[in-house]
T-cell receptor, first 115, second 113 residues
Framework: NAGVTQTPKFQVLKTGQSMTLQCAQDMNHEYMSWYRQDPGMGLRLIHYSVGAGITDQGEVPNGYNVSRSTTEDFPLRLLSAAPSQTSVYFC??????????????FGSGTRLTVV | GNSVTQMEGPVTLSEEAFLTINCTYTATGYPSLFWYVQYPGEGLQLLLKATKADDKGSNKGFEATYRKETTSFHLEKGSVQVSDSAVYFCALTPYGGYNKLIFGAGTRLAVHP
């Protein structure tokens, strides 16, 4: 059981470049989310999805796009990378959205540097 | 709004010392509360959880009690080990906000032999 798989693990981009961070889960979870982790700020929600075809914005959505065409995949797209997007990105999934206490399963993260 | 406040780190302890990491929250209604742990180079793992007032979550010797009256969820362990060195995050999901896991800033714990 692979859980939540994120690729790539590391990436360096130049300002203005675009890229897609991949996230896949094999647990048939309905809920998937993207977070960014910055020093001293914990994790902040970028975008989330409650199921295939349904997405919504989180706390810091600007500069990022998402789509959810299948239950398994939830890619995060940076359209024009900026140095402020240098961060560690985590994808997470849950069967119930966390309310019932099951919490989320996190991927191992993607460390992105924009120069 | 909803928010989580944790004590600032780093917290540095000797092996077998008692650990407390303070966490307080602001939320409407009855949120679910969590502690997550992040070991070096890894993603976050759920450590323990509580879904209603006075619930006590426990795992691997760690405990935290959901205190509605003080809006707190402090993490404790009676005797820490070097292997407990990690970053600990307090988090909540708001009542009705199933997809919005809100984190504190994290507290780094370093345990020395």
């Amino acid at each position: 059981n692979a859980g939540v798989t994120q690729t790539p693990k590391f990436q360096v981009l130049k300002t203005g470049q675009s890229m897609t961070l991949q996230c896949a889960q094999d647990m048939n979870h309905e809920y998937m989310s993207w977070y960014r982790q910055d020093p001293g700020m914990g994790l902040r929600l970028i975008h989330y999805s409650v199921g295939a075809g349904i997405t919504d914005q989180g706390e810091v959505p600007n500069g990022y796009n998402v789509s959810r065409s299948t239950t398994e995949d939830f890619p995060l797209r940076l359209l024009s990378a900026a140095p402020s997007q240098t961060s560690v990105y985590f994808c997470a999934s849950s069967s119930t959205g966390g309310r019932l206490g099951y919490g989320y399963t996190f991927g191992s993260g993607t460390r992105l540097t924009v120069v | 709004g909803n928010s989580v406040t944790q004590m600032e780190g780093p917290v540095t302890l000797s092996e077998e010392a008692f650990l407390t990491i303070n966490c307080t929250y602001t939320a409407t209604g009855y949120p679910s509360l969590f502690w997550y742990v992040q070991y070096p180079g890894e993603g976050l793992q759920l450590l323990l959880k509580a879904t209603k007032a006075d619930d006590k979550g426990s795992n691997k010797g760690f405990e935290a009690t959901y205190r509605k009256e003080t809006t707190s969820f402090h993490l404790e362990k009676g005797s820490v080990q070097v292997s407990d060195s990690a970053v600990y995050f307090c988090a909540l999901t708001p009542y009705g906000g199933y997809n919005k896991l809100i984190f504190g800033a994290g507290t780094r714990l370093a345990v020395h032999p």
